[in-house]
């Protein structure tokens, strides 16, 4: 079933139309709103509050980007409204988020493994370290590979500063990832 046939469907009052988009795009909303919030009943709670905005809102929904890019610019944004309700005066850039693993099976021996995993956990400690807008911006472009147009649209943020934002958690990665050597080096 295409898109414009699921959104129809849904719009018609069918609720497993409603329900195959709720599974199709699950995944996304928990991964967009998960670089933003920290806590795992946050987490559940906007994942709710999104989908039931989405079901709201579609019927007027014109198309006019992916329904993926859609959805992720309102989880982003009901995301960012959450913790401005939380906490009012808090800088979304405290915050706080988990990467989601991704396990894949390897033919590596197990030293190799382990050097994976350690390198791993410590460039998740390292982009847990970087702001929240940091952090998203790059989960967007890297994780989730939306280019630069549909980052741009769903968190609303002209293109220069997403390409910035891109470029400055990249740059502060690097300069981590170089103390952390040098302290190694001691």
Same mark, same amino acid.
């Given at each position: 079933m295409n898109e414009? =046939? #699921? @959104?129809?469907? @849904?719009?018609?009052?069918?609720?497993?139309?409603?329900?195959?988009?709720?599974?199709q795009y699950e995944r996304l909303v928990f991964h967009v709103a998960g670089r933003l919030l920290n806590q795992?009943?946050? #987490?559940e709670d906007v994942a709710q509050e999104v989908f039931i905005k989405v079901h709201q809102k579609l019927p007027g929904f014109r198309g006019d980007s992916k329904l993926s890019t859609w959805i992720a610019t @309102?989880?982003?944004?009901?995301?960012?409204?959450?913790l401005r309700k939380r906490k009012p005066d808090v800088d979304i850039g405290e915050s706080q988020y988990e990467l989601l693993q991704h396990s894949r099976v390897s033919d590596e021996n197990? =030293?190799? #493994?382990? &050097?994976?995993k350690e390198l791993k956990e410590?460039?998740? &400690?390292?982009?847990?370290k970087l702001p929240a807008k940091y952090k998203t911006v790059l989960s967007l472009?890297?994780? =989730?590979?939306?280019?630069?147009n549909e980052i741009v649209e769903i968190t609303g943020l002209p293109e220069g500063t997403v390409k910035n934002y891109i470029f400055r958690a990249r740059?502060? #990665?690097?300069e981590m990832l170089e103390k952390s050597e040098l302290t190694q080096d001691v």
């Open positions: 414009t =046939e #699921l @959104i129809q469907q @849904i719009c018609n009052g069918n609720p497993q139309a409603f329900r195959y988009l709720v599974k795992q009943e946050d #987490l @309102i989880a982003y944004r009901v995301s960012v409204n959450h197990p =030293e190799q #493994l382990t &050097q994976k410590m460039v998740k &400690q390292m982009v847990d472009y890297h994780l =989730e590979e939306y280019g630069y740059k502060m #990665l690097k």
